[in-house]
């Protein structure tokens, strides 16, 4: 067996830092058999994109690009005919250094929102609004958190690609980011892609670090967002919910159908729905957007014990204005911060402490892999019921009446 192949692209630690390159099987001597697959590393020019470091990684089947200036987020990809992500309004990918998170209320962070798997925290993940902290004096203070935290908007400090020969060759693609300031939180997320030749799936392992000396509170949320051909009228989510329940008023006029996706209609107002998921013994479950014909579909798969909550968004406004639906698995909901606190969802990382999240997306390219998919849901769910709750409830929701 051939021995793994490695290049360091960006270590900011020893100032090295590739702008461009191209690798395939033929430029590193292995047998093309395998597949047509390929790397590429380069740097956007122009607009709003000027500076954005991009990877874009081919299997030979599935094609996606991780984005090394944007928290090593994946912006898009295609798989057979299937194109993965959706068009957002955002039209970037945009350079952080174009992005205001705290403007507009704290809703800068959509400035810049576009990508297909997005991260959100790592010190909050939610809604924008005040939290009180101790600042450098000891004292309680006031702080802005804005929507869905940092980590999106800032770029990778380390990053490394990796070539594992073997009867299924592996592309692996290793980043890590670092959210810290003075007198603040210090996280460091390693996040490591893994696909293999040929193959319908990419493999998602982040490592998120706490490399203070004192203990930090800790959030993340994974915002996976699709459209067409996924995402069309009548389309379905189909996942192991126990339970749901809109996440407001506006959610509940469409409670009803919450697993049902509109035609695009211009001028939507978004909908939330909160989850609670049926998952195996071993924790792994699952949720997977299919279009209403049931050919194609998109799978998120995780682990409970890791990720126990889950949040469905729905946007299906019109095509310009972001056609699309979310499937967000989470340590937490993604109400303000501290509403999440008082109800025990906040985790706390110690001194040191590593936390590990393994996720996957999986695409359905026939309607046998979407009934497999429905067949998959359906065990998890055991002929349970689910329970639809109609208005906002006090557990997940500040927007219920008894919250």
């Known amino acids: 067996m051939t021995e793994a192949l490695s290049w360091v692209l960006t270590d900011t630690a020893n100032r090295v830092y590739v702008e461009q390159c191209a690798i395939t099987p033929a430029s590193v001597g292995l047998p093309t058999a395998g597949g047509g697959w390929s790397v590429t590393k380069s740097r956007l020019q122009g607009g709003l994109s000027d500076g954005v470091d991009v990877v874009d990684i081919n299997n030979g089947h599935l094609?996606?690009?991780?984005?090394?200036?944007?928290?090593?987020?994946?912006?898009?990809?295609?798989?057979?005919?299937?194109?993965?992500?959706?068009?957002?309004?955002?039209?970037?990918?945009?350079?952080?250094?174009?992005?205001?998170?705290?403007?507009?209320?704290?809703?800068?962070?959509?400035?810049?929102?576009?990508?297909?798997?997005?991260?959100?925290?790592?010190?909050?993940?939610?809604?924008?609004?005040?939290?009180?902290?101790?600042?450098?004096?000891?004292?309680l203070s006031e702080v802005m958190l804005n929507l869905h935290?940092?980590?999106?908007?800032?770029?990778?400090?380390?990053?490394?690609?990796?070539?594992?020969?073997?009867?299924?060759?592996?592309?692996?693609?290793?980043?890590?980011?670092?959210?810290?300031?003075?007198?603040?939180?210090?996280?460091?997320?390693?996040?490591?892609?893994?696909?293999?030749i040929g193959s319908n799936r990419v493999d998602i392992r982040d490592e998120v670090e706490n490399f203070a000396d004192s203990p930090v509170e800790f959030q993340m949320l994974y915002h996976c967002n699709f459209g067409p051909p996924f995402l069309d009228a009548g389309a379905r989510l189909v996942s192991p919910s126990l339970e749901v329940a809109p996440r407001d008023p506006r959610a509940a006029e469409d409670i009803k159908t919450w697993n049902v996706y509109k035609a695009p209609e211009p001028g939507y107002v978004e909908q939330g729905n909160y989850h609670d998921f049926a998952a195996a013994a071993d924790g792994s479950t699952l949720s997977m957007l299919r279009n209403r014909r049931g050919t194609r579909g998109v799978?998120?798969?995780?682990?409970?014990?890791?990720?126990?909550?889950?949040?469905?968004?729905?946007?299906?406004?019109?095509?310009?204005?972001?056609?699309?639906?979310?499937?967000?698995?989470?340590?937490?909901?993604?109400?303000?911060?501290?509403?999440?606190?008082?109800?025990?969802?906040?985790?706390?990382?110690?001194?040191?402490?590593?936390?590990?999240?393994?996720?996957?997306?999986?695409?359905?390219?026939?309607?046998?892999?979407?009934?497999?998919?429905?067949?998959?849901?359906?065990?998890?769910?055991?002929?349970?019921?689910?329970?639809?709750?109609?208005k906002p409830i006090a557990k997940w929701s500040p927007c219920a009446q008894d919250a």
Not at 163 to 179: D, M, N, Q, Y
Not at 350 to 370: F, K, N, S
């Open 63 to 139: 094609s996606f690009t991780v984005l090394l200036s944007r928290g090593m987020g994946l912006w898009k990809g295609v798989c057979g005919d299937c194109t993965i992500g959706w068009d957002s309004p955002a039209r970037g990918p945009v350079n952080p250094m174009f992005v205001n998170l705290l403007e507009q209320g704290g809703l800068g962070w959509l400035k810049g929102f576009d990508e297909c798997i997005v991260r959100c925290g790592l010190n909050s993940n939610g809604a924008p609004g005040m939290d009180r902290v101790l600042d450098n004096n000891g004292n």
């Open 149 to 196: 935290g940092y980590i999106a908007n800032l770029p990778a400090k380390y990053v490394e690609l990796k070539i594992i020969p073997g009867k299924r060759t592996k592309i692996v693609l290793v980043g890590v980011v670092e959210e810290a300031r003075c007198f603040c939180p210090q996280y460091r997320l390693t996040t490591t892609y893994t696909t293999e």
């Open 299 to 390: 799978t998120m798969r995780w682990n409970k014990k890791q990720l126990p909550c889950f949040c469905q968004w729905k946007h299906t406004a019109g095509p310009s204005e972001g056609y699309v639906t979310g499937m967000e698995p989470a340590t937490n909901y993604p109400n303000l911060k501290t509403f999440e606190r008082e109800r025990g969802r906040v985790m706390t990382l110690d001194a040191g402490q590593r936390y590990v999240i393994d996720l996957a997306m999986e695409i359905q390219e026939t309607p046998e892999q979407v009934a497999a998919i429905e067949a998959e849901v359906a065990a998890l769910l055991k002929q349970k019921k689910t329970v639809v709750h109609p």
